[in-house]
């Protein structure tokens, strides 16, 4: 059975999940207007829906623990971008904020000795630590690109590959 503490985290939790969805649907809806950007726009819907699912797998751990999963609402997430370098700057900045809000949680499952839920959140530490470094080596790549059209248009050809070749080498992703 979970703490009242615990499931308040974990439902706070399944929010940020809940609301990293919605930011990269709306990195997607920006993205799908954009010329050229197919790539990008695929990568960031890919991205949300990972998202989603990570918020379902909270709500179900809650519930099966017998706590209550709890239906988040939801703040407006920025809609707008003023670059492509921006909205990965973003990504990267949310997928931190992310990173950190686990590892409280982490930290207070261990402290009231709730190893189930401890052992429950290895799976986000470690889908952290991809989710991190996909977000900082595109962060680089665009760095490299600057200004390149060219190399723009590699970028946005090779995103999807590229997420989905960490996809396949990683244990955390499902």
Same mark, same amino acid.
């Given at each position: 059975? !979970?703490? =009242?503490? !615990?499931?308040?985290? %974990?439902?706070?939790? !399944?929010?940020?999940e809940?609301?990293? #969805?919605?930011?990269?649907?709306?990195?997607?809806?920006?993205?799908?207007?954009q010329?050229?950007?197919?790539?990008?726009?695929?990568?960031?819907?890919? @991205?949300?829906?990972?998202?989603? @699912?990570h918020?379902?797998?909270?709500?179900?751990y809650?519930?099966?623990r017998?706590?209550?999963?709890?239906?988040?609402?939801?703040?407006?997430?920025?809609?707008?971008f003023q670059? %492509?370098? /921006?909205v990965?700057? $973003?990504?990267?900045k949310? *997928?931190? &904020?992310?990173?950190?809000?686990?590892?409280?949680?982490?930290? %207070?499952? %261990? @402290?009231?000795?709730?190893?189930?839920?401890?052992n429950?959140?290895?799976?986000?530490?470690? $889908?952290?630590?991809?989710?991190? /470094?996909?977000?900082?080596?595109?962060? *680089? =790549?665009?760095?490299?690109? &600057?200004?390149?059209?060219?190399?723009?248009?590699?970028?946005?050809?090779?995103?999807?590959a590229?997420?989905?070749?960490? #996809?396949?080498?990683? &244990?955390? /992703? =499902?």
């Open positions: 059975m !979970l703490s =009242k503490t !615990l499931q308040e985290a %974990l439902n706070k939790q !399944l929010k940020h809940a609301m990293s #969805s919605q930011i990269y649907l709306a990195m997607a809806s920006w993205a799908d207007i010329p050229g950007l197919q790539g990008v726009t695929e990568f960031f819907y890919q @991205q949300s829906e990972e998202e989603r @699912q918020m379902l797998k909270l709500m179900m809650i519930n099966e017998g706590g209550f999963g709890i239906v988040p609402s939801l703040e407006q997430p920025i809609i707008t670059s %492509l370098t /921006r990965f700057e $973003e990504f990267l949310n *997928e931190m &904020g992310v990173s950190e809000s686990i590892n409280d949680i982490v930290h %207070l499952a %261990l @402290q009231e000795k709730d190893y189930a839920t401890h429950f959140l290895q799976w986000y530490v470690a $889908e952290q630590i991809e989710e991190e /470094r996909l977000a900082r080596t595109l962060n *680089e =790549k665009l760095e490299m690109i &600057g200004a390149d059209k060219s190399g723009l248009y590699l970028f946005d050809r090779d995103i999807v590229y997420r989905n070749s960490l #996809s396949k080498g990683s &244990g955390a /992703r =499902k």
